[in-house]
């Protein structure tokens, strides 16, 4: 690594990058603990996420009372969201609050990516390298980049001769966009699509939306809150919070059955579904337990979604189109929606099915598919992210012996999604093989940055500088994540979960599948037994090596 050292001259504990709600927590609890932290960001302000997806219609899809903080029982009685699922406005000025009452921003240096890191084994210390040229040192690298904050732009021939503007949905222009007027081209019809389509067909003058893979959503029934609920929430936040970390697979706190959907007959099972749908939201794939595990469970849950479906797009070639029927329910990310198939109804919005009519190219007018070109003003990318190693293969980070890069070439290895052999003193949080994005993240966030914050200290408390995954603890881990995912329905779908909208990437399934509960019990296992799996080195023997 070359270049000037402006950082160099602090000696730091630890460096974390990234500060969406991992990155500000990580900094709170490193600094209560005395450690002397620093965290770097490319955006000009913390957020994360909701920093960068300002997209029309962006919202959280795990209710605000659940999707936030729970570390701090002032910040969630006093914090006063407004609607069942906040906007990205709210969750933003939510990130904004947190920075501010933690104090948390002057230790943050923004506007500065991280390009390279690398492990010093002499002084046992990372060197990180940023896009100024400058660097810095510390003891601890702790990742905090996001699994889903790399934007991913598809490289269709011609996107540079476009004579209209081009958006992604995950970089969205901080000053908005005024649509109206506009013949808008919508690619992709994923989670940020099906919140975007709607909005933007209230404005625009037509709205194209070209779609490879039609997706299950479930109504968001999103609502203002009122008092009472807020109220109840608040009451219960001990119970509920507790509930959501040791009882809930996914996070998220809800009522949970103890059966499966073929122990019910035909009628009771469509109540059952119907009064879910009513709810709206994520519950909506709980309400037996077995539709991610069992074909059949799942196909009656996929039928009564493909129903409703059916149901509200009144054209019945449009709506086969808008059924999925290629993958089971639930094992791509389930989308939750405002309208979105109602849309399709409008006389201004128009189905390109681009699995039938392929996207050739992107001419200076529009979108030629299938040999039909398609007049347009402007372009949405809603094409997603190169999820969970998207963020870490931009980066050059070189290990003990080989690059990360290298490490993975065949899919992410790590230990518990926090750690990674051959990589000492670097964490991640909500890394692949943790459960991460398939849970309440705020959960998953709190518990990783929880379990490093110990782990640090702990380490500090016996003068041990070093701390690194053992290989066969990881090699066991990898065969854990994938035995428990082959175990379900969930590789059947060809999704970002598998890493299948990257040409190219080894399809592996990223996050663990065992639930948040079960991994939550597995890593304070490993803590309580002195940090099982990991190779420990006293701070003597470190200085004498
Ligand atoms: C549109 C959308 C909606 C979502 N809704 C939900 C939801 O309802 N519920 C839920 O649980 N999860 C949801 N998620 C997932 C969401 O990403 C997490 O909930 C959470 O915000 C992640 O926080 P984070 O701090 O771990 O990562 P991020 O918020 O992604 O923050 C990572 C930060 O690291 C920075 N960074 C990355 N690389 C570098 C580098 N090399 N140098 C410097 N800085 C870097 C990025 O700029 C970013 O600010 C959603 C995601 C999206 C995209």
């Given at each position: ?6 950082h160099e001259t602090q000696e730091r504990d630890a460096i974390i990058v990234g500060a969406g709600f991992s990155g500000l927590y990580m900094l709170h609890r490193l600094r209560a603990l005395g450690f002397s932290v620093r965290v770097y960001e490319q955006a000009s302000d913390v957020g994360g996420t909701w920093y960068w997806n300002r997209y029309p219609g962006a919202r959280c899809d795990v209710e605000s009372m659940q999707y936030s903080y729970s570390f701090s029982n002032a910040l ?470």
């Open positions: 690594m070359t270049g000037p050292d402006t969630q009685q006093e914090w006063q969201w407004t609607e069942r699922y906040a906007g990205q406005a709210e969750i933003l000025r939510y990130a904004l609050h947190v920075a501010e009452r933690f104090d948390l921003r002057r230790d943050i240096t923004f506007d500065t990516r991280v390009t390279e890191a690398a492990f010093d084994e002499t002084a046992q210390r990372w060197t990180v390298a940023f896009d100024d040229g400058t660097r810095a040192s510390a003891s601890f690298l702790i990742m905090a980049i996001g699994c889903l904050s790399n934007a991913r732009t598809p490289d269709f021939p011609g996107l540079s001769e476009f004579a209209g503007k081009v958006w992604h949905t995950g970089h969205w222009p901080h000053e908005g966009v005024d649509f109206s007027g506009l013949r808008v081209g919508v690619i992709g019809t994923g989670s940020s699509a099906i919140q975007a389509i709607p909005v933007i067909a209230r404005e625009a003058k037509h709205v194209t939306v070209f779609q490879r893979t039609p997706n299950y959503s479930i109504p968001a029934r999103n609502r203002p809150l009122t008092d009472d609920e807020r109220t109840w929430w608040r009451a219960n936040y001990a119970r509920v919070r507790q509930s959501a970390r040791r009882e809930a697979r996914n996070g998220i706190f809800a009522d949970y059955p103890v059966k499966g959907a073929l122990e019910d007959d035909d009628e009771t099972r469509r109540r059952r579904f119907e009064g879910r749908w009513e709810q709206g939201g994520i519950p909506f794939m709980s309400a037996y337990n077995d539709i991610s595990l069992d074909e059949s469970a799942n196909d009656t849950a996929a039928n009564f979604v493909r129903e409703k479906i059916g149901a509200v797009v009144k054209d019945p070639g449009l709506a086969a189109l808008l059924q999925p029927t290629s993958y089971p329910i639930g094992t791509k990310r389930i989308c939750l929606d405002t309208d979105y198939f109602e849309t399709f109804n409008r006389d201004n919005v128009t189905l390109v099915d681009v699995r039938a009519a392929p996207i050739e190219r992107i001419t200076a007018a529009g979108v030629r598919a299938g040999g039909t070109e398609h007049a347009l003003d402007a372009i949405v990318l809603a094409t997603g992210f190169d999820a969970m190693t998207g963020s870490f293969a931009k980066l050059d980070i070189r290990g003990r012996r080989e690059t990360l890069n290298a490490k993975w070439a065949e899919g992410p290895k790590t230990y518990l999604g926090l750690m990674i052999a051959g990589f000492p003193n670097m964490f991640m949080i909500t890394g692949p093989g943790s459960p991460s994005v398939l849970s309440n993240m705020m959960v998953s966030i709190e518990q990783h940055v929880d379990w490093i914050a110990d782990c640090l200290a702990w380490l500090r408390e016996r003068d041990i500088a070093g701390i690194e995954a053992a290989q066969h603890a990881e090699d066991q881990w990898v065969a854990h994540v994938n035995e428990v995912a082959q175990a379900t329905l969930y590789p059947r779908a060809a999704s970002w979960y598998m890493g299948a909208n990257i040409p190219g990437k080894p399809r592996v399934f990223l996050p663990y599948i065992g639930g948040v509960p079960v991994y939550r019990q597995i890593c304070d296992d490993v803590a309580a037994k002195g940090y099982e799996g990991f190779a420990l080195t006293p701070r003597h023997r470190a200085a004498a090596e």
